[in-house]
């Protein structure tokens, strides 16, 4: 009998530009949904931690908010937030679309990935959706820019290579503790994920223009009926008026319809029946307020 190999754990840290699937490649290792997706930049704002655990090891992930060139404080906030873990963690998933293009954006990943130590693995991803020869290529191009330890093309929509891209990170991690039960899958609070999954709707159901500037603020979550139905009362915050007419809709066709999206991820998060109720209120600036954006959740001690 071989000798029984001993129990890892570590922190992996899931950078790359917005919107290149962090989120969805998250969610496929962990094998449940916990970050919200959604085609427009900008969607996660915070450090998500989540938990993969198998007889090997346990990974801990923080999904980073995209590094982008910040606006305001908010976006201050979830660069600086991005760049201070790339420090922290045992490995670095970079995630890039397999494409040759390298702009401005992933130069200055690759300058914040250069300036630590930590071994950072290349995750070309989206493969179901191009030709073998532009991963190639992809590879090609991206291979110098950085020290990679290893490059692992994968689809984070269809799980393909996602074994790889387990047993790789596993390598680089020491023997260490099981930080968290072998059932937990994220250390978000409950609050923080039905909030994440109202704004998830909120961003796929809104015009362009509204969805960064809205957060969402949970009033109260009261179990009823001995805990078989949850009351849950929202409320969406955004920055003008005119958004607060759109998200309400004609005759509150919208918010009915953001609100029956976001249920059905609640209920399922939950296992239990919901009954949410949304209201809109006007905060206007309150992405540039310290006191607001700690409100909503988007300041923590990390600095």
Request: net charge negative; aromatic share 6%.
């Amino acid at each position: 009998m071989g000798k029984k190999e001993e129990f890892k754990s570590g922190f992996v840290a899931l950078i790359g530009r917005p919107n290149v699937g962090k989120s969805t490649l998250m969610n496929q290792l962990i094998g449940q949904k916990i970050a919200i997706t959604s085609a427009k930049p900008q969607t996660t704002r915070n450090r998500i931690q989540t938990v993969y655990t198998d007889e090997r090891g346990q990974i801990i992930f923080l999904d980073t908010p995209g590094i982008h060139k910040a606006k305001n404080k908010l976006g201050e906030y979830m660069v600086n937030v991005a760049e201070q873990t790339l420090k922290e963690v045992d490995v670095i998933l970079w995630l890039v679309e397999p494409t040759t293009y390298i702009g401005a954006g992933e130069q200055h990943i690759a300058e914040q990935i250069n300036r630590c130590e930590t071994p950072a693995i290349l995750v070309i991803n989206k493969i179901d959706t191009v030709k073998k020869e532009e991963i190639l290529a992809c590879i090609d191009k991206y291979k110098d820019i950085c020290r990679f330890t290893d490059i692992i093309p994968v689809s984070a929509l269809t799980g393909e290579n996602k074994e790889d891209l387990l047993d790789t990170m596993m390598k680089y991690l020491e023997p260490g503790p099981m930080y968290y039960d072998e059932d937990t899958i994220t250390d978000q609070p409950e609050r923080q994920i039905v909030a994440e999954l109202i704004r998830e709707q909120a961003l796929k159901l809104l015009s362009d223009e509204i969805p960064h500037g809205i957060a969402v603020s949970i009033e109260s979550m009261k179990e009823q009926h001995g805990g078989r139905l949850m009351e849950i009362h929202a409320t969406i915050v955004c920055e003008r008026d005119s958004h607060k007419g759109m998200i309400i809709g004609k005759h509150g066709a919208m918010l009915k319809k953001i609100g029956t999206g976001a249920r059905y991820g609640i209920e399922a998060l939950l296992g239990v029946q919901v009954n949410l109720q949304l209201w809109v209120k006007v905060k206007k600036d309150w992405r540039e307020s310290d006191f607001l954006l700690k409100n909503f959740g988007y300041y923590d001690d990390q600095r």
